[in-house]
């Protein structure tokens, strides 16, 4: 069942409220860890280049062979990101466990932008720029820069200022600042 944009913004904003996650940049790692996940840091290098990012979740409590399968809940990302990235692959990686969270599963991200194609794939993206620059702070600090001629000396533009504020990569930011309308 698709999520539409409405429901994830909803969700990403009901997410930060019951963690009372009320400060700006948004700390997705402690988001993480207070979800139970476990944070790892890989060099995906020798297996694919090209991911940057991986979920796994096991909820389902199991005695095999009189072993106890506690719960499992892992994010794993590639060691060779900048703060930012980590920070927005994280966000991505919630927002696979809220909107596609089943007792087993696990996804796997790319940098590449293939998978954007899987709407799956463009939910969490929704999700993590929902969870990490909500559309009324966007608002906010947006009217700031634009209003405060000091903003407007520290940071050469609305988007590298927007990438500092929320703590995320510049291309996220852009992408954000463009989809709200709010690029000059
Ligand atoms: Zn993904």
């Known amino acids: 069942m698709p999520w539409t944009n409405e429901q ?37 290098r020798q297996i694919d280049s090209d991911i940057i990012g991986m979920i796994l979740v096991n909820d389902s409590e199991k005695i095999i062979e009189g072993v106890n399968m506690s719960a499992n809940r892992i994010i794993a990302m590639s060691d060779a990101l900048s703060e930012a990235e980590e920070r927005y692959i994280l966000a991505h990686e919630l927002g696979h466990f809220r909107l596609h969270r089943q007792p087993l599963f696990a996804f796997s991200d790319r940098e590449s932008q293939d998978n954007l194609n ?13 969870l990490m620059m909500p559309e009324r702070a966007m608002r906010t600090a947006t009217t700031l820069y634009e209003g405060d001629a000091q903003y407007k000396s520290m940071f050469t533009s609305l988007v590298e200022y927007i990438s500092a504020m929320f703590f995320v990569p510049l291309e996220k930011a852009g992408f954000r600042l463009n989809e709200l309308g709010l690029t000059a």
């Open 118 to 130: 899987d709407p799956k794939e463009r939910e969490a993206e929704r999700f993590a720029r929902e």
């Open 8 to 44: 994830i913004a909803e969700n990403a904003s009901r997410f930060l409220e019951e963690q009372n996650a009320v400060r700006f940049p948004v700390d997705t790692y402690s988001l993480a860890r207070g979800q139970g996940f476990k944070l790892e840091w890989r060099d995906f």
